[in-house]
C-alpha cells in the first residue's frame, strides 16, 4: 500500500505538518479549478476582448467540443482505455471534454444552452455507464475524464438553475460508485506506475472531495501529494537539486503530463485557500524550469539516473529526446502563479509560452491557460 515514507522521524514530521496547514472550514463552491470571481473576471476578459487572453477564448470558442451543439458520442455502459472496451476510448474522452468545455463556456459567456448540452452529457452517462474494468489504464481513466466530470459537476450544481437534485443525485453517484473506486484501489495497491499516474488519480481525488464537501478526501489528497510511497509526490517526481522529473528519462510527452497534473492539484487547493505550491521551496517551479529548459533546446542539462519508488524505473541513463520541443498547454498556469501572484523568475517558461501562447486545446489538462487563468 502506499504508505507514508518514514525516511526518518524529523523528516516525517515536517511534511506531515506541511500537510495539515489546511486552511478553513468550509469549502469555496464553485471552486474546483474557479471561484465564482474567476469565473466573473473571465466574462469581462470575453465582453471586453482582452488580449492576450481572447485569443485563448476565441481557440476555446472554436473547439467543437465546447459547442453547445455538440453531439454525443455516447453514452456507454462501459469505457476503457484499453482492453475489450477500448474502442470506446476516444469517443468517451471527447465526450467527457465536452461537458468540461461546455461547463466552462456557460460560465465565461452565461449562455445557458452550454450549461444545458453539458447536463445533458453527464446525466446520459450517469444513466447508463455501469463498468470501468479493472485494465492497466483504469486508474488512468478515472484520473484523466473524471476531472473533467466533477469539475463540470460542480460548476452545475453550484450556478445552473436548470439542474435539478435528482440530476445532480444521479451524477454523484456515477461519480462516487464508479470513478472514485478506481483511484482508491489505486491508492491501496503497493506503488508500480511512472509518477504521472499518481498526480493524475489524484487531482481527480482533491476536485472530487471539493464537490462532495468531503474534508477527509480532500486532506488525503494533500497527503499524498506531500508523502505517498509513491512516484506521483512533490519530492519523488522532481529532484530538489536540479529540478530533474522522475520522467525525463523517458520522454518529454509524459514528463510535461506529470509536471501539468501537479500544478492542477495545485491550483486547486490554491482555490481552497491552501498553498500546495511552495512546497519543498517552489520544487514545482523548479520542475518546470527543467523541462522547459531542456525542451527550448538545451543539450547541457544535468541528469542523473533516477532511483524511483518501484525499482522498475531505475535505467534511464540519460534525458530523453523522444518528443522534445513539442509543448503542450501547461505553461500558463504555474506561470501565472509564481510570477504574477508571487513576483518570482521563471525565464525559461516565460520562453515557452512565448512561443506557443495563446495556449489551446489538450484532451489530458485543463488547457487553454492563457484564458482561463489569467486572472489573480
Known amino acids: 500500500m502506499r504508505k507514508l515514507m518514514l525516511i526518518c522521524p524529523i523528516v516525517f514530521m515536517l511534511m506531515a505538518i506541511m500537510a495539515t496547514k489546511v486552511i478553513g472550514q468550509k469549502f469555496v463552491h464553485p471552486g474546483v479549478l474557479h471561484t465564482q470571481k474567476d469565473f466573473d473576471d473571465l466574462y469581462q476578459v470575453v465582453k471586453h476582448k482582452t488580449e492576450p487572453a481572447y485569443s485563448s477564448y476565441l481557440l476555446l470558442k472554436d473547439n467543437p467540443r465546447a459547442s453547445a ?31 468540461y468545455l461546455n461547463a466552462v463556456m456557460w460560465m465565461v459567456t452565461k449562455d445557458a444552452a452550454h450549461a444545458k448540452k453539458s447536463t445533458e452529457i453527464l446525466e446520459a452517462y450517469a444513466d447508463t455507464l455501469t463498468t470501468i474494468p479493472a485494465t492497466n ?12 466530470i466533477v469539475y463540470a459537476a460542480e460548476v452545475l450544481k453550484h450556478t445552473y438553475k436548470g439542474i435539478t437534485a435528482k440530476q445532480i443525485g444521479k451524477i454523484t453517484k456515477m461519480i462516487t460508485g464508479i470513478f472514485l473506486p478506481v483511484i482508491e484501489k489505486f491508492y491501496a495497491a503497493e506503488p508500480y506506475t511512472n509518477g504521472n499516474w499518481g498526480v ?19 486532506k488525503k489528497a494533500i497527503d499524498f501529494y506531500y508523502n505517498a510511497n509513491d512516484n506521483g509526490t512533490i519530492k519523488n517526481y522532481i529532484s530538489g537539486e536540479t529540478g530533474q522529473v522522475q520522467e525525463s528519462g523517458r520522454d518529454q510527452g509524459h514528463s510535461q503530463l506529470g509536471i501539468g497534473a501537479l500544478a492542477t492539484i495545485c491550483e486547486e487547493a490554491w482555490k481552497q485557500g491552501d498553498d500546495l505550491y511552495s512546497a519543498l521551496d517552489n520544487r514545482l517551479m523548479k520542475g518546470y524550469e527543467y523541462v522547459a529548459r531542456y525542451n527550448l533546446g538545451d543539450d547541457n542539462m544535468p541528469f542523473t539516473t533516477w532511483k524511483d519508488i518501484t525499482g522498475k524505473y531505475s535505467d534511464w541513463t540519460v534525458i530523453s529526446a523522444q518528443s522534445r520541443g513539442k509543448f503542450i498547454p501547461v505553461y500558463e498556469m504555474v506561470y501565472h502563479h509564481y510570477v504574477i501572484r508571487k513576483g518570482l523568475a521563471m525565464p525559461y517558461t516565460k520562453q515557452v509560452i512565448d512561443k506557443i501562447r495563446p495556449e489551446d486545446f489538450d484532451r489530458d489538462q485543463p488547457a487553454f491557460g492563457t484564458f482561463l487563468f489569467s486572472g489573480k
Open 69 to 99: 451543439s455538440y453531439k454525443m458520442n455516447g453514452p456507454y455502459k462501459t469505457i476503457s482505455r484499453d482492453g475489450e472496451f477500448k474502442w470506446t476510448k476516444t469517443k468517451m474522452e471527447t465526450d467527457f471534454s465536452a461537458a
Open 200 to 218: 493524475i488519480t489524484t487531482k481527480t481525488y482533491m476536485a472530487a472531495a471539493i464537490f462532495l464537501d468531503d474534508r477527509a478526501m480532500y
Open 137 to 148: 489504464d483504469a486508474p488512468l481513466l478515472a484520473g484523466l475524464e473524471g476531472l473533467k
